[in-house]
């Protein structure tokens, strides 16, 4: 009936139209595009201490050697983590927006002497040292 009328046609076809482009579900949740932050125990294999590490306001979590811990952080809102190896410690941007928009990945090497930094898991170069108090 309604093909009938091509001014009714018209209209169920803009109403649906309409409900489809404003829906959630016709559009994704952020419009920002995201990086992944991949974080790699590298400390020596004779480490008696546990790396221990908090990013952003997530509870701390022990990372053991060889593994790696990833997490996705929003493009243009900068990320920190702090790191604990007793008696060391330190406190890091683990996303830096000037430094890296524009990356997919940022890549962490946590080592005996610091934090080393990459964009594409190679050519790492060191960002941040331990301290001690």
């Given at each position: 009936m309604a093909f009938r009328h091509p001014f009714f046609t018209f209209f169920l076809l803009f109403q649906l139209f309409y409900f489809l482009s404003t829906s959630?579900?016709?559009?994704?949740?952020?419009?920002?595009p995201n990086t992944v932050?991949?974080?790699?125990?590298?400390?020596?294999?004779?480490?008696k201490e546990q790396l221990e590490l908090g990013c952003d306001k997530s509870p701390f979590f022990?990372?053991?050697?060889?593994?790696?811990?990833?997490?996705?952080?929003?493009?243009?809102?900068d990320s920190k983590c702090t790191a604990e190896w007793l008696p060391w410690f330190t406190n890091w941007d683990v996303y830096h927006a000037k430094r890296d928009k524009g990356?997919?990945?940022?890549?962490?090497?946590?080592?005996?002497?610091?934090?080393?930094?990459s964009w594409g898991g190679s050519n790492w170069k060191l960002l941040e040292k331990w301290y001690t108090e």
């Open positions: 959630t579900l016709a559009r994704p949740q952020s419009h920002r932050v991949y974080i790699r125990n590298d400390l020596p294999n004779n480490t022990y990372l053991k050697l060889g593994q790696h811990h990833n997490s996705t952080i929003t493009v243009d809102q990356y997919q990945t940022v890549y962490w090497s946590v080592r005996k002497n610091g934090f080393y930094h």
